[in-house]
């Protein structure tokens, strides 16, 4: 029924969604999960970048060499410090043009700004899956979309298992937001610092893909 599969996945929006439900995603299984048995055409993963971050430019290199195809742009700076990109059209525009080489989209984003664009590859007689973390994901995207894949219901399939321990650990009653843990991200940049330089040595680099503070991402 899927057919042939090609992935778009809206990095910088995934990454903030993940974090905000306590979890990391292992890149690897990810794709495994998203591709399922179907033949894959492609898996895009669409991300801002600043050339000066080291560990972000090691964590693109793996994911060139590990099945993705990586399509950036650099941030911008505005007045208020706060540094953004936003591929949106990029996205937009890739599922249109490559429409008629695939049978199924799947769209990792929660961003509702790609409702129209879902609709558009749609008219063409493609499938749309989206996938994301529901309470990061908007209600129209959903509604527009053949098939939602609700990410929270998959955390064994698609995240790092110490990322797991941490999401269990703070839910219900013991709700911690990592968002706002300074120490838990300190210790994940010294972790990051190490792993960078074993990049050929390790499966996958602790990285992420945009430092938060360096970045602010529209939803």
Do not use: C
């Amino acid at each position: 029924m899927r057919g042939k599969i090609t992935i778009f996945i809206d990095g910088n929006n995934l990454f903030h969604a993940a974090r905000s439900v306590g979890v990391e995603i292992d890149y690897a299984k990810f794709l495994n999960f998203l591709r399922g048995n179907s033949p894959l055409l492609r898996a895009f993963f669409y991300t801002g970048v600043d050339e000066k971050a080291e560990r972000q430019q090691g964590f693109l290199l793996w994911m060139r060499r590990n099945g993705y195809r990586v399509v950036e742009k650099e941030l911008k700076t505005y007045a208020d410090g706060t540094k953004k990109a936003n591929l949106d059209v990029e996205i937009a525009v890739d599922m249109l043009s490559l429409a008629d080489k695939y049978d199924t989209a799947v769209l990792v984003s929660g961003d509702e700004d790609f409702a129209y664009a879902i609709n558009a590859v749609a008219y063409k007689g493609v499938r749309v899956e989206l996938a994301g973390f529901r309470s990061n994901t908007s209600p129209r995207l959903i509604d527009v979309a053949d098939q939602f894949i609700e990410l929270d219901s998959h955390l064994e399939e698609i995240t790092k298992a110490e990322s797991r321990f941490n999401h269990n650990y703070h839910s219900g009653s013991y709700h911690i937001s990592t968002r706002n843990s300074g120490a838990f991200i300190r210790v994940q940049e010294e972790i990051q610092q190490v792993q960078v330089q074993q990049i050929q040595q390790v499966p996958e680099p602790e990285i992420e893909p945009e430092p938060p503070r360096e970045a602010v991402i529209d939803q």
